[in-house]
T-cell receptor, first 110, second 118 residues
Framework: GIQVEQSPPDLILQEGANSTLRCNFSDSVNNLQWFHQNPWGQLINLFYIPSGTKQNGRLSATTVATERYSLLYISSSQTTDSGVYFCAGPSSGGSYIPTFGRGTSLIVHP | DSGVTQTPKHLITATGQRVTLRCSPRSGDLSVYWYQQSLDQGLQFLIQYYNGEERAKGNILERFSAQQFPDLHSELNLSSLELGDSALYFC?????????????????FGPGTRLTVL
């Protein structure tokens, strides 16, 4: 099956700092999502981004499908950004069943 | 709020017991997915339903079963529970199913049910 690798596994930032999270795939990319799991366990949609670049406030994401990776940028980080960030990659066949990476655990200190 | 609801939020039960988890998808979404999140296995896909029919199966144990009803809500049944079944169980929904890149595939997750088996 598809392998999804996320880096870095852990990240500690000071409030206000910027960061880039990366997701690599072992096969071609389509149907890619980024999620944030907050400290209460909720999985929140950030982006559905099979290709190209999207922005939402302080967050933006870029997927380069031909090179099998996606990046999530967090600018001016806030303590509320803490949690685990997951990318969910594509699957083959006629249905989108995402394979999740192991996540990047982010802690933002005030 | 994603629009996906799950009940109950927490469930504590004993080994050998049977429980039912319930999920209501977002209004208009036809597809429902179940996932299990445990500390050692991460987020694992269990099963998918589309408009009442099973569409895809993942790493779902034979002790587990699910169904999607005509009103599109879904239930996940876990039986003969073991300590290792303790986990967060998520339901997600998407508008439709498409084999190509499409917003119809975007999945939205419910708040999860935290199951503890003692």
């Amino acid at each position: 099956g598809i392998q999804v690798e996320q880096s870095p596994p852990d990240l500690i930032l000071q409030e206000g700092a910027n960061s880039t999270l990366r997701c690599n795939f072992s096969d071609s990319v389509n149907n890619l999502q980024w999620f944030h799991q907050n400290p209460w366990g909720q999985l929140i949609n950030l982006f559905y981004i099979p290709s190209g670049t999207k922005q939402n406030g302080r967050l933006s994401a870029t997927t380069v499908a031909t090179e099998r990776y996606s990046l999530l940028y967090i600018s001016s980080s806030q303590t509320t950004d803490s949690g685990v960030y997951f990318c969910a990659g594509p699957s083959s066949g006629g249905s989108y069943i995402p394979t999740f990476g192991r996540g990047t655990s982010l802690i933002v200190h005030p | 709020d994603s629009g996906v609801t799950q009940t109950p939020k927490h469930l504590i039960t004993a080994t050998g017991q049977r429980v039912t988890l319930r999920c209501s998808p977002r209004s208009g979404d036809l597809s429902v997915y179940w996932y299990q999140q445990s500390l050692d296995q991460g987020l694992q896909f269990l099963i998918q339903y589309y408009n009442g029919e099973e569409r895809a199966k993942g790493n779902i144990l034979e002790r587990f079963s699910a169904q999607q009803f005509p009103d599109l809500h879904s239930e996940l049944n876990l039986s003969s529970l073991e300590l290792g079944d303790s986990a967060l169980y998520f339901c997600a929904s998407s508008p439709r199913v498409s084999g190509r890149a499409s917003n119809d595939n975007e999945q939205f997750f419910g708040p999860g049910t935290r199951l503890t088996v003692l």
